[in-house]
């Protein structure tokens, strides 16, 4: 498990917070919900007492439901637009859902994506694009939360080393974050 916290829980945590400033109160749309980065969004998210909206495909509803989004909108059914204005937009998918997710941000707001630079920006708010920055004492704060059980990163498979090149090949997709194991236990 703890393989999966220093990226997956740094990118949610400086995305949320670090860039669109989410507090207590505040409503946040979070793409990829039930996946690796967006899964440990939403825990901390919640935890911050932010109202959740996820988003995703169908197979990952429950999933995103169980951590605890207060809305599932299923980006193969749903209308993206049906979530209404938010204060945050934290986008993992980019392309057409984040262009469309800019008219979402209420004035002020902010949308935030690791995906690539916006082509659509907020009317009356922010939009950054970053890379997550290494930061030793928030990862420390992300594996206490780990060890405390208020934080439970999604797995989504674990692979051996000599499958490592297939496991990321373009196309290949599997719900949460993929392992490589390197030794056999």
Do not use: N, Y
Not at 48 to 54: C, D, K, Q, S
Not at 61 to 72: E, H, N, P, S
Not at 137 to 143: E, I, P, V
């Amino acid at each position: 498990m703890a393989a999966v916290l220093p990226v997956s829980g740094l990118t949610a945590w400086q995305g949320l917070f670090d860039h669109g400033r989410l507090t207590t109160g505040q409503t946040v749309l979070i793409h990829g919900a039930a996946g690796g980065v967006g899964s440990i969004a939403v825990q901390l998210a919640r935890e911050a007492g932010a109202r959740v909206i996820g988003t995703g495909r169908a197979s990952g509803r429950d999933r995103a439901l169980a951590l605890g989004v207060d809305t599932f909108i299923d980006l193969e059914t749903d209308e993206l637009e049906d979530a209404g204005d938010v204060d945050v937009v934290f986008d993992v998918i980019g392309g057409d859902v984040l262009d469309r997710s800019a008219a979402l941000v209420r004035p002020g707001g902010t949308l935030v994506t690791i995906v690539m630079p916006p082509r659509v920006r907020p009317r009356d708010g922010r939009a950054v694009f970053f890379v997550v920055e290494p930061d030793r004492a928030r990862l420390a704060d992300l594996a206490t939360r780990l060890r405390d059980g208020r934080l439970k990163p999604f797995i989504g498979a674990v692979r051996p080393l000599a499958e490592a090149p297939c496991a990321f090949a373009p196309g290949e997709h599997t719900s949460g974050r993929t392992i490589i194991r390197v030794a056999e236990d």
